[in-house]
């Protein structure tokens, strides 16, 4: 479980994130949902420590993480997997490669344990025989699944996705999404996936936080976003004519439950 304290943070007088607080559960898939520019990301970046908040603290585990000992940010930090917005693979490297990096930066294993260690992440990610091909080789798709392949390698204890689906066919997203959600229940990990879009939200949605120019305005699940009070989570979800229309049919079989 990571919990988050009353994180502030602004760049240049400017307010990015305003006193969010909030708990993200362990075997979860926790969204932070928003549009572009509410600071989703800033407050990916402060819970992992590549930003450092203004004010506030975050905890993984109960054991405090900002502004704590070097050594003891350095030990959470080795089982934070990262699945960055651009899979951010090695092009120098190939599939195998990649994924054994983080073995050979954070653990002792040998060569061998960590070609087995390489060979079962992959094949968890539907990417078996892949090894020596190049990320250049790869669809959009195969380079998101080396990407979780190479952050759960180190068998992390914490997951971070920023933006999985950016890119990707509706169908690919949603195979990506279930990928994620799937490791995350497998191995009891917590996941944090932050995201825009919606498709998302419906499908891997266990907890969501909706920020709004740097406030959390709602928070919740995806059995009960459809039914938000809070105006402009509304406004965000709803500027999707399928979305409206799925609103509709809720409406409408509502109505004929009532006697």
């Known amino acids: 479980m990571i919990e988050i304290h009353n994180i502030h943070k602004s760049f ?14 362990t075997g979860k898939t926790n969204l932070l949902l ?12 402060c819970i992992v420590g590549l930003i450092k908040p203004d004010l506030g603290s975050v905890t993984f585990d109960g054991t405090y993480f900002t502004n704590n000992k070097l050594d003891i940010r350095q030990e959470i930090r080795r089982k934070i997997g990262m ?19 983080p073995l050979m ?33 790869l669809s959009g798709g195969m380079k ?13 204890t914490y997951l971070f996705c920023d933006e999985p689906n950016s890119g990707l066919d509706p169908l690919t997203a949603l195979k990506i999404d279930r ?28 907890n969501i936080m909706f920020l709004y120019e740097g406030k959390k305005l709602w928070e919740g699940t995806s059995n009960n976003i459809l039914d938000s009070d809070v105006p402009e989570l509304n406004e965000f979800i709803f500027a999707n004519r399928l979305m409206r229309d799925a609103k509709k049919v809720e409406e409408e ?6 006697p």
Not at 34 to 45: D, F
Not at 85 to 98: I, P, W
């Open 12 to 25: 240049n007088g400017k307010v990015v994130l305003d006193g969010i607080s909030g708990v993200f559960q």
């Open 34 to 45: 928003g549009a572009s520019g509410t600071g989703k990301s800033v407050l990916l970046k």
């Open 83 to 101: 699945l960055f917005q651009g899979s951010a693979l090695f092009d120098s490297m190939n599939v195998e490669e990649n994924v054994e990096f």
């Open 105 to 137: 930066m954070l653990t002792d294993m040998s060569r061998q344990e960590r070609m087995d260690r390489v060979n079962f992440c992959l094949q968890r990610v539907g990417l078996e025989g892949t090894n020596k091909k190049m990320p250049a080789e």
């Open 144 to 156: 998101k699944r080396v990407g979780i392949a190479r952050a759960i390698a180190p068998n992390c």
């Open 179 to 206: 990928l994620i959600k799937e490791i995350t229940e497998e191995y009891n990990i917590t996941t944090i996936v932050v995201t825009h879009d919606m498709n998302s939200v419906i499908e891997i949605g266990d």
């Open 253 to 258: 079989e509502e109505r004929q439950k009532t």
